[in-house]
């Protein structure tokens, strides 16, 4: 059983930055494309940012310019550097492997790492 554990989140004020990690579990990591998801209170969970195997990536309308995701096979690890964070950005942050046909991502949900933008 694959194995998601996010963390980094907190409480930042706003214009302030924070960098997520994702440890996964195996290789995982290395075969797949990996997606950052954000879930707001009283929202649906949406897609955030997505990095591919060679590296190719997609944002999000909302946080393109302000986030950057990347990815260290070697570590098994994604990372999501958030800078000139908003209000708006408040939410549970999770990852997940990302399946290349459907786009869609396909391994149980970790437990996410909550991210707070308040002053």
């Known amino acids: 059983q694959v194995q998601l554990v996010e963390s980094g989140g907190g409480l930042v004020q706003p214009g302030g930055s924070l960098r997520l990690s994702c440890a996964a579990s195996g290789s995982i990591l290395s075969a797949n494309a990996m997606g950052w998801y954000r879930q707001a209170p009283g929202k649906q969970r949406e897609l955030v940012a997505r990095i591919s195997t060679g590296g190719n990536t997609y944002y999000a309308d909302s946080v393109k310019g302000r986030f950057t995701i990347s990815r260290d096979n070697a570590k098994n690890t994604v990372y999501l550097q958030m800078n000139s964070l908003r209000s708006e950005d408040t939410a549970v942050y999770y990852c997940?492997?990302?399946?290349?046909?459907?786009?869609?991502?396909?391994?149980?949900w970790g437990q996410g790492t909550q991210v707070t933008v308040s002053s």
């Open positions: 997940n492997a990302v399946r290349a046909l459907t786009g869609r991502p396909f391994l149980d």
